[in-house]
């Protein structure tokens, strides 16, 4: 099964990227915006008037899709049985 997100839209890359619990911050003046995420040390920096997504944005958001994926499959939830 293939968990990559393909997206040509910043819009919905940042929607995308405060789902999965990151923010998103505008730089005074500049025309760029920072990605945080509690994952990732240091920010990533991207040009706002672009309408495209830069590759290593994409990057980190398929990072965290699937790092969400497999932290939701070793949760256990309920009794074992034996």
Same mark, same amino acid.
């Given at each position: ?9 910043? &819009? #919905? /890359? ?7 619990? *990151?923010?998103?911050? %505008?730089?005074?003046?500049? *025309?760029?915006?920072?990605? &945080?995420? @509690? #994952?990732? /040390?240091? @920010? #990533? &920096? +991207? %040009?706002?008037?672009?309408?495209? +997504? @830069? *590759? ?6 398929? $990072?965290?899709?699937?790092? $969400? ?8 939830? *309920?009794? @074992?049985? #034996?």
């Amino acid at each position: 099964m293939n968990d990559c997100c393909h997206t040509s839209s910043l &819009r #919905l /890359a940042k929607k995308m990227w405060i789902h999965y619990g *990151g923010s998103v911050a %505008n730089v005074r003046r500049t *025309g760029e915006v920072f990605f &945080r995420h @509690p #994952l990732f /040390a240091k @920010p #990533l &920096r +991207v %040009n706002n008037r672009r309408l495209d +997504v @830069p *590759g290593k944005l994409m990057s980190l958001l398929n $990072q965290i899709r699937r790092y $969400q994926t497999a932290k939701d499959r070793t949760v256990f939830t *309920g009794t @074992p049985t #034996l």
